[in-house]
Every structure is written in C-alpha cells, then in structure tokens.
C-alpha cells in the first residue's frame, strides 16, 4: 500500500481548495491541448481524469499534477497524421507507456540529464511558435489560413476575434487586480466566452456551432460506453508506430522530469520525488489513457503551479482535480460545449508565447554561441521539419561545440624569454584524448623556430590518449634533430581504474602507468 496514495485529513482542507483551482486552470487546458493536437476534444478532458486519479495516486510527487502536455502537441498531431488514424495513435501511447515502465525499472530517473538545455529550451521555443501559428485561426473565428488577405478580412468572424482578444487580456493582466484575482484567469476565460456565446446570438457577431467545444453529452449507459476509443492494436508491428511510440515516451519522461524538478523547487516543504517511481505512474497513466482514447500525458508546469500557489499541500489535490474533470464531464457537458474554441485558442496563444517568448531568445544569446546556436538550429529545423528532427539535429550542434571546446583546452601553451634562451612549455590538461590530436599537433608543429627548450608536462594529467602520445614522441624526435632541448614531464600511458581499500572499505582512484 506504501506505494499509493492514502487520505490526509490533516492537508484536507488546503487540498480541497487548491484542486478547484487546479480544475478550473486543467478544464481549458485539457480541451486547448487536444484541439492543437487533432484529437477529440474529449480525449483531452480524458486525460487529465487519468493524470489526476491514476497517475497522482501511484506518484509520490506531492505536489505535481499531470495531464495532456503542450509539448506534445507538435508530436501528436504529425502522428495522427503519418499514422492515419487516431485508433493506430492509441497503440503508440500504449507502447510509449511500457516504455517509460522499462525506464523506471532501469532506475532511468536522471535521463533528462542528458539532454543539453539549450536543446531542451528550443524545443519548448519551437513548440511554442508552432502552438501560435496553428492557434491564430481559431482565435479568428475561421477554418484556416486563406489565400489572401482580402479573403482573410473577410472571413474573420469578429465574435469570436473579440473572444480570443478579451481572453487574451484577462490572461495576461486579471492577477494584477488585487480585489478579482482570487478567481482564476481561465475561469474568467470560460465565463467570458460562454457569456459572449449567449449574448451575440442572433446578432452579426454570432458564433456558429463548428466553433464550440464539443464533447459527448452521456444520457444513458449506451452513450457512457460509446464515448471511449479503443487502440487498433493489429498495428502493433508497424514500424511507424513504434517511432511514434519512442519518440512519446522519450519526450514525455524528459518533460515529465524537468517539470517534477521544478515543482520540487517549488515546494514551501521542500520535499524531494523519487524520479523513478515518478516514471513507473506516467507509464501506467499512459498505458491506460492509450487504452481508452487519450492522449498521452506528462507531469506540467502550468497546473503545478497553479497547484503550489492555491497552497496544495499533498496529492491529493492533484487526485481531487481528476475528480472534479469527470464530475464535470458526468454533470455539466452542455454546459462545456457552449465554450467558443476562441477561448481556447486564447490560453493556447497565452501559452505558446511563454514557451516562446523574446526574452528566452535574448537570455541564450547572452550566454555565448555554444548555447545560443544550438538553441536556435532546434527552434527552426522544429517548425519547418518536426520535433524529432529538430531535436536531433540540435543535440548533433551542441556535441560540435562540446568537441571543440574539448580541443582547445586540452592544453596551455606559453611561451617565454630568458636572455638569448626562448622556452616553450605545453601543459597538458588533465582528459586528453584523441580529439585532441589535431590541436596538439598544431601547435607542436608551430612552435617557433628559434626556441631553445621545449618543455611538454602532463603531470597535471589523469588519462592522455596513445594516440598523442605517440604525436609528443614523434615530435621529441624531430625537435631533437634540431639540436634543441626537450623535457617530456611524466608523459605516458595513463588509465584511472577505481579498487577498494580492504580495510576501511572507501574508494580510492589509482594511477596506473
């Protein structure tokens, strides 16, 4: 029982509370999500049921709450795309969920670790811009981009272009006002579109059916049964689903894992997750979301935060939020379709641009090329590929950098006059590896002509490569042979190798030559 969760009358009442917040902040969200990802829009409110009751009852993050991520919706949509058909998706979700199980079980908890930020921070910018390209339809009341602009003018639905402009101003500005903002913004969202909804009916600012939220209305057991989509799993051998199905499970933990990290430091309590555990609940919450018609999903930011700032204190504010998602799908979905995809396209517009925002491009140039060129090729070969390309491609710039950086400190090189004497002395690092032979070399082989002593130490070293090695010998000879002087400073084959002493059982490093 110790891995799931029990009740705490104690946190209950600052847990009841912050879910209604985290509720109301999920409902939008969930259905924003699927809408960007091409999925029924109920399969977002699905999800976030399942990130709240399944996924927090088995995490030990207390403060974390998980559902459809807007870093997936790049993903997702190209999937449903190649793959042809949501059911053949679902197999992928399933797939990406034993995956992440296999991570947990390989105690693969630090992998966001291996990633480099500037990497990681593109992707986020690249989906961000793609969100706000594939939202500014919907946030003009249209089907898509038209083919002019005279066309656009005169296609833009001016209802709901106000909708989405009113959502946007209550997102940005409504927790600036002390006396309203105990309500949550995207409470206020829905309010507002549901009101201008009613209002401009029968006026020429009216909002058409296609432009709601439409999720199934259950009336009757039949229609309960009916709502659920089921995977198609005679596809579980195409080699295209199992690409989507790496790539989901891949992203989601490194999402999920940046999230649990933040959230962590987020904590008043300063609590600390078990990551592996962490992984071992998103893979079964996305098993079962793949099971009956979700999306796949990740612990997210945006409703932990909403979470830590409502005064959370356990998860059972994140299970309470599932709660209150089907209660609502269960008691009020005609009220939920009255919700202009307007709204929306508001909080999605509000969300891309933080992923996404100037200030995140200005923060990478300040620090230096090595972060701010990877950040960059990730962000474009994102919105003009896709995800996996883009991140692929970012990672491949980012190990250019680390390799050239590796090369030009591998050594320190000075030179200095004594009366008629010129000494060159080559310190070596300590890791030189065969990546550094070409700087070695060069300098080596430029070291002036009139220099008396040449002076090349690795004492400072731990490992030098064979390869060097037999560079620095091959140069001895030559400089010999001009009559010049040469030291080589403890210049051989190094290894580290790790033992353990027998008495006092502790690790020691040992120098072997």
Same mark, same amino acid.
């Given at each position: 029982?110790?891995?799931?969760?029990?009740?705490?009358?104690?946190?209950?009442?600052?847990?009841?509370?912050?879910?209604?917040?985290?509720?109301?902040?999920?409902?939008?969200?969930?259905?924003?999500?699927?809408?960007?990802?091409?999925? $029924?829009?109920?399969?977002?409110?699905?999800?976030?049921?399942?990130? @709240?009751?399944?996924?927090?009852?088995?995490?030990?993050?207390?403060?974390?709450?998980?559902?459809?991520?807007? @870093?997936? #919706?790049?993903?997702?949509?190209?999937?449903?795309?190649? /793959?042809?058909?949501?059911?053949?998706?679902?197999?992928?979700?399933?797939?990406?969920?034993?995956?992440?199980?296999?991570?947990?079980?390989?105690?693969?908890?630090?992998?966001?670790?291996?990633?480099?930020?500037?990497?990681?921070?593109?992707?986020?910018?690249?989906?961000?811009?793609?969100?706000?390209?594939?939202?500014?339809?919907?946030?003009? @009341?249209?089907?898509?981009?038209?083919?002019?602009?005279?066309?656009?003018?005169?296609?833009?639905?001016?209802?709901?272009?106000?909708?989405?402009?009113?959502?946007?101003?209550?997102?940005?500005? &409504?927790?600036?006002?002390?006396?309203?903002?105990?309500?949550?913004?995207?409470?206020?969202?829905?309010?507002?579109?549901?009101?201008?909804?009613?209002?401009?009916?029968?006026?020429?600012?009216?909002?058409?059916?296609?432009? /709601?939220?439409?999720?199934?209305?259950?009336?009757?057991?039949?229609?309960?049964?009916?709502?659920?989509?089921?995977?198609?799993?005679?596809?579980?051998?195409?080699?295209?689903?199992?690409?989507?199905?790496?790539?989901?499970?891949?992203?989601?933990?490194?999402?999920?894992?940046?999230?649990?990290?933040?959230?962590?430091?987020?904590?008043?309590?300063?609590?600390?997750?078990?990551?592996?555990?962490?992984?071992?609940?998103?893979?079964?919450?996305?098993?079962?979301?793949?099971?009956?018609? @979700?999306?796949?999903?990740?612990?997210?930011?945006?409703?932990?935060?909403?979470?830590?700032?409502?005064?959370?204190?356990?998860?059972?504010?994140?299970?309470?939020?599932?709660? &209150?998602?089907?209660?609502?799908?269960?008691?009020?979905?005609?009220?939920?379709?009255?919700?202009?995809?307007?709204?929306?396209?508001?909080?999605?517009?509000?969300?891309?641009?933080?992923?996404? +925002? $100037?200030?995140?491009?200005?923060?990478?140039?300040?620090?230096?090329?090595?972060?701010?060129?990877?950040?960059?090729?990730?962000?474009?070969?994102?919105?003009?590929?896709?995800?996996?390309?883009?991140?692929?491609?970012?990672?491949?710039?980012?190990?250019?950098?680390? /390799?050239?950086?590796?090369?030009?400190?591998?050594?320190?090189?000075?030179?200095?006059?004594?009366?008629?004497?010129?000494?060159?002395?080559? +310190?070596?690092?300590?890791?030189?590896?065969?990546?550094?032979?070409?700087?070695?070399?060069?300098?080596?082989?430029?070291?002036?002509?009139?220099?008396?002593?040449?002076?090349?130490?690795?004492?400072?070293? +731990?490992?030098?490569?064979?390869?060097?090695?037999?560079?620095?010998?091959?140069?001895?000879?030559?400089?010999?042979?001009?009559?010049?002087?040469?030291?080589?400073?403890?210049?051989?084959?190094?290894?580290?190798?790790?033992?353990?002493?027998? #008495?006092?059982?502790?690790?020691? +490093?040992?120098?072997?030559?």
């Amino acid at each position: 029982m110790s891995a799931f969760w029990k009740l705490s009358m104690r946190d209950l009442k600052y847990d009841v509370p912050a879910s209604l917040v985290v509720f109301l902040v999920a409902l939008p969200l969930c259905l924003g999500i699927a809408m960007a990802s091409g999925a $029924p829009l109920f399969a977002g409110l699905l999800t976030g049921i399942i990130g @709240g009751v399944v996924v927090a009852s088995i995490s030990n993050s207390q403060l974390s709450v998980s559902g459809p991520a807007a @870093g997936l #919706t790049v993903i997702v949509l190209g999937a449903i795309q190649t /793959l042809g058909a949501y059911e053949i998706f679902l197999v992928a979700v399933v797939l990406a969920g034993c995956l992440q199980l296999l991570l947990s079980l390989a105690k693969a908890g630090n992998l966001g670790s291996y990633f480099p930020s500037s990497v990681i921070l593109g992707m986020l910018a690249a989906i961000g811009i793609t969100i706000i390209i594939q939202q500014i339809p919907y946030g003009l @009341g249209i089907a898509g981009y038209p083919a002019s602009f005279a066309a656009f003018a005169d296609t833009v639905n001016f209802g709901a272009f106000f909708i989405c402009a009113g959502s946007i101003l209550i997102l940005l500005y &409504w927790q600036n006002i002390p006396v309203v903002r105990v309500v949550p913004a995207p409470l206020m969202v829905v309010i507002l579109g549901i009101g201008s909804y009613l209002l401009f009916q029968g006026t020429g600012f009216e909002i058409p059916s296609n432009q /709601l939220v439409a999720i199934p209305v259950i009336s009757s057991f039949a229609d309960f049964s009916g709502i659920f989509t089921f995977p198609d799993f005679s596809q579980i051998l195409n080699k295209e689903v199992w690409i989507v199905a790496i790539t989901i499970a891949i992203i989601a933990s490194i999402e999920t894992l940046l999230s649990i990290e933040a959230v962590d430091k987020m904590d008043p309590m300063k609590r600390s997750t078990n990551t592996n555990r962490e992984l071992l609940a998103q893979g079964v919450g996305n098993i079962s979301a793949g099971m009956l018609g @979700g999306l796949p999903l990740t612990s997210v930011i945006v409703r932990s935060s909403a979470n830590v700032n409502s005064g959370g204190r356990s998860r059972q504010s994140a299970i309470l939020h599932g709660v &209150w998602l089907l209660l609502a799908v269960a008691l009020i979905p005609v009220v939920i379709n009255m919700i202009p995809l307007a709204c929306l396209a508001a909080i999605l517009l509000v969300t891309g641009y933080k992923l996404a +925002k $100037p200030a995140l491009f200005l923060d990478m140039f300040k620090r230096g090329n090595d972060q701010f060129i990877p950040f960059v090729f990730t962000v474009i070969a994102i919105v003009f590929t896709d995800l996996l390309t883009g991140v692929g491609i970012g990672i491949v710039i980012s190990i250019l950098f680390v /390799l050239r950086n590796n090369m030009s400190n591998s050594f320190d090189y000075g030179i200095y006059e004594e009366a008629s004497k010129q000494r060159v002395t080559v +310190k070596l690092s300590e890791e030189v590896s065969f990546l550094n032979k070409p700087a070695i070399r060069f300098s080596l082989q430029n070291i002036p002509r009139k220099a008396n002593e040449i002076i090349i130490d690795g004492r400072q070293s +731990k490992f030098i490569d064979k390869d060097v090695i037999l560079i620095i010998k091959e140069y001895e000879s030559i400089f010999l042979s001009r009559g010049k002087q040469v030291q080589l400073l403890d210049i051989h084959d190094k290894q580290i190798r790790i033992k353990k002493n027998k #008495t006092t059982n502790k690790v020691n +490093k040992v120098c072997v030559q």
